[in-house]
């Protein structure tokens, strides 16, 4: 078995990809509360 030191493995990528992921998760909460605001007030 291969030696392996915890604590060791290099996890950029990994980083980058999840702030990616909470941007896009964000931006689209955001766009559909906007979507339903204006919704609630345009349509009747």
Known sequence: MADHEHGSMD???????????????TKTVIAIVVLLVLMAIFIR
Do not use: I, L, R, Y
């Open 11 to 25: 996890f950029t990528a990994q980083e980058k990809t999840f702030d990616g992921f909470m941007s896009f998760v």
